[in-house]
């Protein structure tokens, strides 16, 4: 499965092999990771309640992504971010670092072609797929420590009631955009197997970030992190 060479992976494939294999030498490690572990507060976006036209889409997307950083919901570089107005849809160039989007915001068409000369992020195609078979009209893919970890480690259809989905980056038969429907549907939000989350939602992002936040900081983390403090302890 194509995933992304995203460098919380490399922490995250360690703390489940101490999980799996509890070995004494490697407990330090695993024991300053837990200590390091912090909680950040949670960070309201201020912008315009409702996404009502290019501008206020530009403006929400550009603090959600700094938002997203603010939260340590992703490690800087990874997710796109989106929003549709009218027939529009505004959203972050590939490769774009979450905490600077200033200028990495790219209009597309509703099929997600870019019209502003600029690449739309690799995940355009779910994004589409969600506008187009929903009525939502703003949309983030991140990629969270914990929401990740605990997907690799426990391999479930869901977590804490949330769908889990397998799929490669991008489109194709493959790809995120053929499994994002209808696992988004029941709860607005997805995770996707070793690789981050996507949620949608209507005229503000505000609530999508608080349901990350919430999954990630309140369940994913406490599940992850108790089960090596009870190796560390046994
Ligand atoms: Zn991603």
Not at 41 to 68: L, R
Not at 123 to 140: A, G
Not at 202 to 222: G, P
């Amino acid at each position: 499965m194509e995933r992304p060479v995203d460098p919380q992976i490399a922490q995250i494939e360690s703390c489940i092999s101490f999980i799996n294999n509890p070995k004494a030498e490697a407990a330090p490690e695993a024991k300053k990771f837990v200590e390091d572990s912090f909680v950040p507060d949670f960070a309201k976006i201020t912008a315009d309640p409702e996404i009502k036209n290019e501008d206020t889409a530009v403006d929400q997307i550009v603090k959600t992504g700094k938002a997203i950083c603010r939260m340590k919901m992703t490690n800087g570089v990874f997710g796109n971010i989106s929003a549709r107005t009218g027939d529009r849809i505004i959203i972050t160039e590939t490769g774009s670092s979450l905490a600077e989007l200033e200028d990495s915001i790219v209009v597309c068409d509703l099929c997600g072609n870019p019209l502003n000369g600029k690449k739309p992020s690799c995940e355009v195609s779910s994004h589409v797929r969600i506008y187009r078979e929903t009525e939502s009209n703003c949309v983030i893919h991140c990629h969270p420590f914990f929401m990740i970890a605990n997907s690799l480690l426990y391999d479930e259809p869901a977590i804490f009631g949330f769908p889990v989905i397998k799929a490669d980056i991008g489109d194709g038969p493959n790809g995120i955009s053929s499994f994002i429907l209808p696992a988004i549907l029941e709860k607005n939000l997805a995770i996707v197997y070793g690789h981050g989350v996507f949620t949608m939602g209507n005229d503000n992002f505000n609530e999508q970030l608080k349901a990350i936040y919430d999954l990630e900081y309140t369940l994913c983390r406490d599940k992850f992190l108790s089960k090596i403090k009870k190796l560390l302890k046994a």
